[in-house]
């Protein structure tokens, strides 16, 4: 691996671990320097590609809207007449950031090794994590007892986590490496098992879907799609006949054991399904009061723990209204529409990622409020988004600088 494929890799590793924003949390000035590190790492990485391979980034509309939608907040926190603190302040600025990079990136085809290398990091760090956190120290990193989560904190997110940047991994990684894709799926299988978030187990299936999808040669066939499905329902059926024994054998908190148990019907409605059900109608009602203009930016992560909608629609719905959650929505499915129909008609590798990558964020906006201001999560939609437009083959990720090569040319007849 060169300079900047090592660069790329050590930093989506820290920044979708959520390494760099634990010890950011308990050790400011060791934030600093991984900020330092980081930036230093990215300027290397740019100087590298410009000077080595005549890339230059040219955001796509698609593109471009996805970073309108990321920053909207921070114009809206700069109109606001409310105050914010300064992580509010950060967070904003680094989602930012951390899209355009992995836009970046992920458009370069010669960094594709350094993203799978740092995409298979964060699948097997924060694996490991959750499974020493569950079996060895519980109750280490996670703010929910009984629930591994490892540095990010949320069982959720460390789920999400897990299988974005497996789904990442599968579609950046070169051919030579495909025999690491059955290790790097067990590995988000069982760290995302021990975070017990309903909502992850069905994301790992995702993760699945997206292997077969890579390994698809040429359009989609109706064929093809009756083989996903019913591998889908394999998988589901012997996750069904797993758990009950699962549930036995693993040493479970009453809470835990109770939400496992429901997804099979031998458990009660638990307590934070209702409370979910409560935040997402508060949302909606807020909604429907202020439809056009919501009842302003980050409302949502100024309620106290545990009572937001924990619904990245509803969550926008309320903080900043119609037009931000149309675009948002509007994006997910023309994103999904025209991937799949390009699939059915051509072989579009492009369609693969993007429609894998926008499944696994349009389902995980139904669990998580926290989906567009999460760096790890954020910088998975990037990745995915740079990968589509170097499958693509466009000008812009594959080729040379046009005028720099005829401004070279004049000067060498002269």
Known sequence: MKLAEIAVALIITTLGTNFAGYYSVSSPYLGLLLLAAGSWAALST?????????????LTPFSFAWVCLIALPLALMLLSDRSFDRSAWFNQIFVIVSLIFGIFAGGNKSLHLGIAGGAMGVVFVCAGLNLIEHFLYPDTWSTATGRSAGWLLNPNLSAAALTGYAIIYIFARPRAFSFIDIPVLLATAAGTLVTFSRAGYVLVVVAVMAYFLARLDGRLSAKYLLRLSVSAVALVSAAAIVLPSLIDSLNLSADTYNRFAFLIGEGQRDQSINGREQGAEVAWYEYHRHPLTGIGVRVTYDLPTGTGPHNMYASLAMDTGFFPLALYVGLILVGLLGGLNKL????????????SALIWLGLNSFA???????NPDVLVIGLALGIASAASKLPSATSPIRGQQRIRQGLARL
């Open 368 to 374: 998580s409020h926290n989906v567009l201001t999460s």
């Open 344 to 355: 059915l008609r051509v072989s579009a590798p492009e369609s693969r990622v993007l429609l």
């Open 46 to 58: 740019y100087h590298y590609v410009i000077t080595s391979r005549g890339f230059r980034l040219r």
